[in-house]
């Protein structure tokens, strides 16, 4: 109520009707809400049940309203009564007229059918009883007659009971519940509206027997007649937050015992946190910092606590679920025919046309109710329009999961409402109830819509206490307190550790939605960094043979370098060298890549995170990207020696002997190769360019909004969520990006400050096997870089093509126009060869670069094929190249060949000499043995 200036005492509907309000004039002199709350809820108005038109911010906010009607329904419970009443001066019908609970038994009838006065006698089965404050008759004291807010103000209050005790103890809504005490000895709970008492015409002082209902305080002078229990709990209760800040809370060491075990008068007490984020534990060993809030009451979340899907303040629900990129969940089904008819999504027009076409899936009218009993004069069923054959309802919830699986249209789902809701079930819950007759064994009930049609479409949650709507059935929300509206629902996936409700569908997915990453790291879709035994032999094989024939190349060409007295040589057996130092630590890197596959096996899988944005596999990377890039480069270099050397060659103009010159040109040659392909290897992990390269950021575990290592994308949209909106125009980098994560979080005193051990998910952090980021989509910030890097790589194998290709036509000329069959042998043998390069480098890269060109336009997803083109496809080469730029190993391998070939021979020859001379032997005794039978 309003004090107004002028005197009288006003609604904040007079003040709207003659435009008082967000006048910007402090109609009020003992409240500013006609330029504060109500000027907020200005534009929102909402009619209750009487028709009165009241702010939709006033219902349920603790203030009166004239007769107290917004108060009369809060928290599920009903305080007061509606009932049918006729105006005496204008004979007007009210259906819904408001009884306050004062005027209920007061021996007054208020209603046409007298409903406000019967049940009014005390008998000897009436639990309690009061004096009534208007007749002074002893009447029943009802749930709904219980802790009902006061109407009439402070000066005038009107209440139930005379005795303001009894009318305002032992509350049914837990919610309405300030404190429990003795009161004469008996525990009873006080309501929240007579602690702290300022009622100047009563005489009225406690409630308990030891007066803690009456132990208030003033913190500030802006604060005053503040319970102590409001002191420090999380909650402000003043403008000015004084009892928040208060330096010492009132309930300790008062003397009182508010604790049940008494702690609150313990010696020193524990504390956490400072300023807005103090708070009183039982332990301060063990403190940390808290998440902030952006809104809301206590304004902080404690680490442990956060993402439990409690709203504990703000919009911390929102901000953790914004991690995981989910489709809003479709809960509700599309109804008609006054709420008795559902057409579940299959069969709603337009989808059930797309899906008939595609799926035949025919759809079928069935009448449901749970359960399937006879009721007492009801007769209506709800009318379902679902298909007609089962179907897989992993991907349903709410409505559409329980119709569908009741009414046994799903397979390997079973129905989820177990529980008959008996009339007695989830007391203070619709208060409208009708109960009707079941099968003629127990009383059930219904509730009636607008319409007068009677449902009983309600979920029971096991403990009896809570109905819930369908649509809040295996919605992956544990909406019952026991959580049994989740339990028997085969549409989801539980997290291991957390309990957390992730969709079936959501599971072995490849995207991470649980914490403790068991949706991804299970007996079923677990993974290692080299996938199946065939990709970790070819792994160790084709490492081993790289690195132990490039080592012998490599040696062979050192020792020889100096002995070079031809220009000609000594550059070509300085590339070798690169070719075999590349091939080599291609070889090393798959090697090294086994052996932690080897190590790691089943764990690597909860290990991934770890593993990818430590400093080792950025290292494995970089070595991997320079063996490659060194070698290309190399054999790029070496084809153009060649066909140099060929073309020269026809002029007779043949570089000489090795001189200060060429070997300085030799000499920037290797090392401008070398450089080009250390840039290229290093330039991802660099520093300065961590916006293009960086892919994601892995935060502690404590943070569990931040689940794995999400993209920049993810944080962005987190943030969103925490902030209100983020404008995606602004393109973020990653330095104000956790910045802004470390705003989030407070940074008290000295607790882990789990914001400071952001690891970064780097460019070869992709993917386990720790390779160059080539597989990129067009969203990438790193495409540029890759395509780049890609096109060069293709222009080096387009270049070494041509160029053995016109080695090739060169050669042949001058075989033709010489003659000689050694000549002509010897190009044979090196036509081979440079068809065998020519056809490896293309089954190499043209294979891969087109799988990229595929992946990058989204073509195909060909993530799930990178550990193969890593580790078999690209390394070929490093196996291949030591046999085809060197006689040496090539010529051994002949050899070896041709011995055991031999050996073969020889020993073929050998065995069927031996099963010649065995048979002739056989045959010449069989001919003994028959003459002798003969004589």
């Known amino acids: 109520m309003c004090k107004h200036r002028n005197g009288d005492s006003v609604t904040s509907l007079w003040l709207e009707k003659n435009n008082q309000i967000c006048d910007k004039k402090s109609d009020c002199i003992n409240t500013d809400l006609d330029e504060t709350r109500w000027c907020k809820g200005k534009n929102n108005t909402i009619e209750l049940p009487s028709g009165r038109v009241v702010f939709e911010d006033d219902i349920c906010d603790g203030d009166c309203d004239d007769n107290c ?7 599920g419970y009903t305080y007061g009564m509606y009932c049918g009443k006729t105006d005496i001066n204008s004979g007007k019908f009210i259906p819904n007229y408001y009884v306050h609970p004062d005027e209920v038994c007061d021996g007054i009838m208020d209603c046409d059918r007298n409903e406000d006065e019967i049940n009014c006698t005390v008998t000897s089965q009436t639990e309690s009883f009061c004096e009534h404050s208007a007749n002074r008759i002893y009447v029943p004291i009802h749930n709904y007659t219980r802790c009902a807010r006061f109407a009439g103000g402070k000066r005038n209050i009107k209440t139930y009971c005379s005795d303001l005790v009894s009318s305002q103890s032992n509350c049914t809504d837990p919610g309405k519940v300030a404190t429990q005490c003795s009161v004469n000895g008996f525990s009873v709970t006080i309501s929240q509206y007579i602690i702290c008492p300022v009622f100047h015409d009563r005489n009225y002082t406690q409630a308990c027997d030891d007066g803690i209902d009456a132990q208030c305080f003033n913190p500030s002078m802006l604060c005053r007649n503040v319970h102590k229990h409001q002191f420090c709990d999380g909650i402000k209760d003043c403008k000015d937050d004084s009892d928040e800040e208060s330096s010492i809370c009132k309930w300790l060491h008062d003397g009182v015992q508010d604790c049940e075990d008494g702690r609150d008068e313990w010696g020193e007490w524990p504390k956490c946190g400072v300023g807005k984020h103090l708070r009183w534990t039982s332990r301060s060993d063990n403190c940390e910092n808290v998440y902030i809030c952006m809104s809301g009451e206590p304004g902080f979340v404690e680490l442990h606590e956060l993402c ?23 809960t509700r089904v599309f109804t008609f025919d006054d709420g008795l008819a559902k057409k579940l999504s299959f069969c709603v027009e337009g989808i059930l046309e797309s899906l008939n076409k595609s799926h035949n899936l025919p759809c079928t009218t069935e009448h449901f109710i749970f359960p399937d009993h006879e009721f007492y004069g009801v007769d209506t069923k709800t009318k379902l329009i679902l298909p007609e054959h089962q179907q897989d309802c992993d991907h349903m919830f709410g409505e559409q999961y329980v119709y569908t699986s009741c009414n046994g249209k799903c397979i390997n789902s079973t129905c989820p409402l177990t529980t008959i809701p008996r009339y007695e079930v989830c007391p203070g819950q619709f208060p409208k ?3 009707t007759l079941a099968n003629n064994e127990y009383l059930a009930f219904f509730t009636t819509s607008q319409d007068d049609t009677y449902t009983n479409r309600h979920f029971v949650c096991e403990d009896n ?20 509206d989740e339990e028997n629902c085969s549409n989801h996936f539980n997290c291991t550790s957390s309990g957390f409700l992730i969709p079936k569908t959501s599971r072995c997915d490849g995207k991470l939605d649980c914490w403790d990453l068991s949706d991804e790291c299970n007996r079923d879709c677990s993974k290692e960094i080299l996938q199946g035994i065939g990709m970790k032999v070819f792994s160790w094989l084709i490492g081993f043979v790289a690195a132990l024939a490039n080592v012998i190349i490599l040696f062979r060409h050192a020792i020889g370098l100096r002995s070079s007295k031809n220009a000609v040589v000594l550059v070509n057996k300085a590339l070798m060298i690169l070719i075999s130092f590349g091939d080599f630590l291609i070889g090393c890197y798959l090697i090294t890549i086994s052996a932690y596959d080897n190590s790691l096996r089943e764990t690597y899988c909860h290990k991934q995170i770890e593993w990818i944005t430590n400093t080792e596999c950025s290292s494995i990377g970089v ?14 270099g070496l084809s153009i020696v060649r066909i140099y050397v060929i073309w020269t060659s026809k002029s007779r103009n043949t570089p000489g002997q090795v001189n200060v010159r060429n070997s300085l040109t030799i000499f920037v040659t290797v090392l401008l190769i070398t450089l080009a392909s250390v840039a ?37 949209r987190i943030l969103g969520a925490y902030h209100g909106r983020i404008s995606s125009k602004i393109k973020l980098r990653w330095k104000p990006i956790i910045e802004m994560v470390q705003e989030m979080f407070s940074h008290d005193l000295n607790y882990q400050d789990h914001t400071s051990e952001a690891k970064k998910v780097h460019f070869y952090g992709n993917d386990g096997v720790c390779l160059f980021k080539y597989f990129v989509v067009r969203d990438d ?4 870089y890759s395509w780049g890097v890609l096109a060069i790589n293709f222009f080096c194998f387009l270049f070494i093509s041509i160029s053995y290709l016109l080695i090739y036509l060169i050669t042949s000329r001058s075989s033709n126009a010489t003659g000689g069959q050694n ?10 060869k440079i068809g065998i390069i020519i056809t490896t480098d293309f089954c190499c890269w043209i294979p891969f670069i087109t799988v990229c060109a595929l992946h990058s336009f989204e073509v195909v997803n060909a993530t799930r094929w990178y550990g193969f083109f890593s580790m078999i496809i690209l390394p070929m080469n490093s196996v291949i190249n030591p046999f085809l730029y060197d006689e040496f190993l090539l010529g051994g391998v002949r050899k070896r060949l041709r011995e055991a070939l031999s050996i073969a021979t020889n020993f073929s020859a050998f065995s069927i000499n031996q099963i010649h001379n065995a048979a002739e032997a056989e045959e010449q005794a069989n001919k003994i043995e028959m003459r002798q039978i003969a004589a």
Do not use: H
């Open 781 to 784: 910030p790193q495409r540029v």
């Open 823 to 832: 000549e002509s042998k010897r190009m044979n043998s090196m036509n081979r």
């Open 308 to 330: 439990d899907g409690i709203e504990t303040c703000g919009n911390e629900n929102k901000v953790c679920s914004a991690s995981q990129d989910k489709e809003k969940l479709e």
């Open 69 to 75: 009607e917004d108060e009369a329904v809060c928290g």
């Open 680 to 716: 290229t290897a290093v330039i991802p992990i660099m520093g300065w360019f961590d916006d293009f390269f960086v892919n994601g950021i892995k935060f502690n575990d404590e943070l569990k909004i931040f689940i794995g290592a999400p993209n920049k994308e993810t944080v962005i």
């Open 465 to 484: 206490t809570t109905c819930l709507d369908y649509s809040q059935v295996c919605d992956l929300v544990k909406d019952c307190e026991d959580g049994s």
């Open 623 to 636: 070595f991997s990207t320079i063996g490659s890039q060194i070698s290309l480069f190399s054999m790029t």
């Open 433 to 435: 109830r009708v109960g």
